[in-house]
């Protein structure tokens, strides 16, 4: 099912080189890829010989079980590997060697012997892990591909993925009829991604479709290894079952890298090195031994190694992460690791927050985010683990500056702080703190209701504790909720109490924000001067600590005024320098604050439809927020006034065609247009000509000619009425389709056509071909 990308792959290996270790996790599917690859190359060999090693449990018998498969007998006085160099001698000969991780040290002795004696002889293996041989290729196996989570999928899109094709597959042969619908497709996507895309698990569980709904099997998911049970009773025993195979693999290993198996399975998602050395080292594991474990641990598929920008990083796929918790020392020790696990994140969040008002400000956004899972699991056992609430809740709290704001992760933030303030009813300053912090961010997504509640709170609180670093906190919250309601003038003079609170304190960036803040209050009251004198004092704190996030959108406030005096030059100029500052940051409300006040710019200018298209990407990119560009009272009535003009001296149907162009595009190529970089997706304006809709930018692997090819099987037409159409050879369309489905790594024509569909779906071309883009118009049918 699929692989073609690893078949060109392993081709491509074998002119390297003449032997190619396949590895990976098992059930991968290993065996089936190699058998494939023996198939295919069956006519270049004079022979090819499937050696499978899994019942063989004595290394010294490797050589004699080599021979007996390809018919040496041990009739002489010569060793059985003599006789076996001079078997393989006579030909040109393939030999694969399936499941060679229990046996790999004598299986790499042969195989090097072999190779050095045989000039014509090519191996490929199968194994947990590499041979270790001189010369020798690895090529990781995959688990089949799946649709990434969150992400819906146009028309019969999700059956290009090969993990949803084989289970469509398998359950059609167990239910007959059985197909993708509506009803059943996120069920089916889901059970493959917590099946890890691996070809057995997915096999084992369509079985079960006999006696269950697809959402049945879902919930039952849970106790995976009891319910997938029902292999094939052709299979080698170990290879029936997932609790099975799962456990040869564990059996192979050393003490040390079981206990370390076990115990790296309390992260719950991808975690680097130095995560595992704080969290399972102590009680038979070293510090100093983690690297070489960890090694050992990748080298036998057991974890995956990952590349996240410029970090390593090592996950363990889900089906083994279960089997490995099962082999913990009971819940005692469960205990243990979640304690060890959320000490390691809370020292990295208050690292974090310690120099988070600086120049590392972009590296620990980037850590903190892909460190999300195991924050919310370091939350969750504190919720759960007796006497251990109020360390969750410092921990809600602080990471409101860099994980909750700058990714608008609103309501995951009130998630956390509302379910942690419930069971930390203490008048605490971490509490005061926290209900600050929840007000702030329901005042963000538009919530006043809760916002006052939780500010009114937190304020009496701090009141009580008689802290006046809250209290400044709580009238800067309290300000910029005026300020964003446009209350301007009660604004300016709760955010001057916070201001000169926050200074008092010695505090950085919430100074910051409450000068800029201030500074927009008070600008919209019509004091400039005033304005831009809080603005560059807030710009020149931020440059001197080197701080780029909240730089941002000082200078969209900047920009905002710049415009408001009718500099539009310099407003433009700010504009894009806020969105140069904070565009490693993910923050699409500033991204999308940004491009609304560059359409405002641009209309003024009377670049009409390129602000048309601006305001479509403000509100495309915020809405992948759940966030509107016009979070603000004065940024709406700035918006309708200039969507008035815009449609007076456009058109409707102009204005509402370049909106949805804008709305189109991708993140980068919004920004990218923003900034005035070339992008794929561009209107014509400045040419007299209309705009023209734009395709949404996604490059094809497809030449010009197997695009038609393409389009002509989306129609059902064979290889045969295809030549015929486009007066070609049979064998020259036969080519064109073996490329097109290697390419695309698919194995079937109902893929490229779905494939085709898909495309069409989303606006986007199927050719590489400047000239060729939008549709593909074939000939007409033969008669």
């Known amino acids: 099912m699929g692989r073609r990308r690893d078949l ?107 190779l050095r004696a045989v000039p014509d002889l090519r191996i490929i293996a199968t194994s947990r892990q590499s041979l270790g041989v001189m010369g020798e290729h690895q090529m990781e196996v995959a688990p089949l591909a799946l649709p990434e989570p969150d992400r819906r999928l146009p028309g019969r899109a999700p059956e290009l993925y090969d993990g949803v094709c084989l289970f469509l597959e398998r359950a059609a042969a167990v239910v007959p009829g059985f197909r993708l619908t509506a009803d059943n497709e996120d069920a089916v996507i889901e059970l493959c991604r917590r099946l890890d895309g691996i070809p057995l698990a997915i096999e084992l569980a369509a079985v079960r479709l006999r006696a269950l709904t697809v959402d049945a099997l879902l919930e039952r998911l849970d106790n995976r290894y009891g319910l997938l049970t029902s292999g094939s009773p052709t299979v080698v025993p170990r290879q029936r079952t997932l609790h099975a195979l799962v456990d040869w693999s564990f059996q192979l290993l050393s003490p040390s890298e079981r206990t370390l198996c076990s115990r790296v399975s309390i992260f719950p998602g991808h975690f680097d090195l130095e995560a595992v050395e704080a969290v399972c080292t102590g009680d038979g594991i070293e510090q100093q031994d983690v690297l070489d474990l960890i090694d050992a641990l990748l080298d036998k598929s ?71 899972a195991h924050l919310r699991a370091a939350m969750e056992f504190c919720l759960h683990e007796p006497g251990e609430a109020e360390t969750g809740l410092r921990m809600a709290m602080l990471l409101f500056d ?104 010695g505090e950085g960036i919430a100074l910051v924000v409450g000068l800029f803040s201030l500074g927009a209050a008070v600008g919209y009251l019509g004091d400039l001067e005033q304005a831009a004198r809080l603005l560059e004092r807030s710009l020149a704190i931020a440059e001197r600590h080197g701080e780029s996030w909240i730089r941002s959108w000082v200078l969209n406030v900047c920009a905002i005024q710049a415009w408001q005096r009718g500099d539009n030059a310099r407003a433009a100029s700010l504009a894009r320098e806020s969105l140069r500052v904070g565009r490693g940051f993910d923050d699409r409300l500033a991204i999308g604050t940004s491009m609304e006040a560059l359409g405002w710019i641009m209309q003024s200018e009377g670049r009409h439809a390129a602000a048309a298209r601006m305001f479509g990407a403000a509100v ?51 920004v990218a247009e923003a900034l005035g970089e070339p992008a794929d997706a561009r209107g014509t304006e400045g040419r007299g000509e209309e ?38 050879a049979l064998r020259t369309t036969e080519g064109h389709v073996e490329h097109i489905l290697t390419k695309l790594g698919f194995n079937s024509r109902a893929q490229i056509a779905a494939w085709v569909t898909a495309r069409k779906a989303g606006g986007q071309d199927c050719g590489q071909d400047g000239r060729d883009r939008g549709r593909v118009t074939p000939p007409p049918r033969p008669r």
Not at 37 to 44: I, L, N, P, T
Not at 460 to 484: M, N, Y
């Open 8 to 114: 060109t792959e392993i081709r491509r290996l074998q002119n390297i080189s003449r032997l190619v270790t396949l590895t990976g996790a098992g059930g991968v599917g290993k065996t089936r890829l190699a058998l494939r690859v023996a198939a295919e190359q069956h006519r270049a060999f004079d022979a090819v010989w499937l050696v499978d090693l899994s019942a063989l449990d004595d290394p010294e018998l490797i050589t004699e079980t080599v021979a007996a498969t390809i018919g040496v007998r041990d009739q002489s006085e010569k060793s059985s590997l003599t006789s076996l160099i001079q078997a393989l001698s006579a030909q040109r000969t393939l030999l694969v060697l399936d499941n060679c991780e229990h046996l790999r040290d004598a299986c790499a002795s042969l195989a090097d012997r072999l």
């Open 302 to 372: 057991l974890l995956l190694r990952e590349e996240h920008g410029c970090q390593v990083r090592y996950r363990m796929l889900e089906t083994l992460r279960e089997f490995g918790r099962l082999r913990l020392k009971g819940p005692d020790e469960r205990r243990t690791l979640a304690r060890r696990h959320r000490d390691h994140y809370l020292r990295l969040v208050e690292r974090a927050v310690a120099e988070w008002f600086g120049p590392a400000q972009l590296t620990w956004y980037a850590r903190l985010r892909l460190e999300r």
């Open 402 to 505: 860099p994980l909750w704001m700058p990714n608008a992760f609103y309501s995951e933030g009130r998630y956390w702080l509302d379910r942690l303030l419930e069971v930390t009813p203490g008048p605490t300053a971490v509490r005061a703190e926290a209900l600050c912090a929840d007000a702030h961010l329901a005042f963000m997504q538009g919530d006043p209701t809760a916002g006052e509640l939780r500010i009114g709170q937190g304020r009496a609180l701090a009141e009580k504790l008689d802290d006046a670093r809250i209290l400044a906190w709580a009238s800067l919250v309290a300000g910029i909720a005026s300020h964003q309601s446009g209350d301007h003038a009660r604004a300016a003079v709760v955010l001057e109490e916070a201001v000169a609170g926050l200074a008092a304190a």
């Open 620 to 670: 495309g990119v915020c809405r992948t927020a759940g966030m509107s560009a016009l979070w603000m009272v004065q940024h709406g009535e700035f918006h309708e006034r200039c969507v008035n003009a815009l449609r007076a001296r456009m058109g409707e149907r102009a204005f509402d065609r370049a909106l949805r162009q804008g709305g189109r595009l991708t993140l980068d190529d919004a």
């Open 691 to 728: 705009p023209q809709e734009a395709a949404v930018p996604a490059a094809s692997p497809l030449t010009r000619r197997e695009s038609e090819i393409a389009e002509l099987i989306s129609q059902g037409m064979s290889n045969r009425e295809i030549s015929s159409a486009l007066v070609i």
